[in-house]
């Protein structure tokens, strides 16, 4: 991804909460597509909000996040298909309307989920709780 990608962290300590950082670095804000989220076929059998916790906070996860440009989104695909490696695209930076850097949620119809769940699932992995 050298070249492709503008920003990267390993997701150990859960999505959302690793996601955060690269906000924070790049004064962006975040849309996520939260049942976009790769899951296991396990995960897959369970209720909708644990498979969105698990995919979005859950910790030990030993996958990347990275951002990349538009412009790369076709040569991303090919190293994917190159590799063997899924890549999926799970949302979008888009531009901080304050100098806060967030992180807003969707469903797959597109619809903000509720400010309740939200919080619940911006609660990164904490190793000190």
């Not at 906070?57 to 440009?69: K, N, Q, V």
């Not at 890549?87 to 619809?111: A, M, N, P």
Request: aromatic residues 4%; proline residues 2%.
């Amino acid at each position: 991804m050298r070249g492709i990608a503008s920003a990267g962290i390993d997701i150990s300590d859960g999505l959302l909460g690793d996601l955060k950082h690269i906000l924070k670095a790049s004064h962006l804000h975040a849309e996520v597509w939260i049942d976009s989220l790769p899951i296991s076929n396990v995960l897959h059998e369970q209720e909708a909000q644990i498979r969105r916790q698990c995919a979005a906070a859950g910790g030990d996860d030993y996958e990347l996040c990275f951002t990349a440009p538009q412009c790369h989104r076709s040569q991303i695909q090919e190293i994917s298909q190159d590799l063997d490696i899924p890549l999926t695209r799970i949302g979008q930076l888009v531009e901080s309307k304050e100098d806060i850097q967030s992180i807003t949620l969707l469903d797959h119809d597109g619809k903000l989920l509720g400010a309740g769940l939200t919080n619940a699932l911006l609660q990164s992995f904490d190793h000190f709780k």
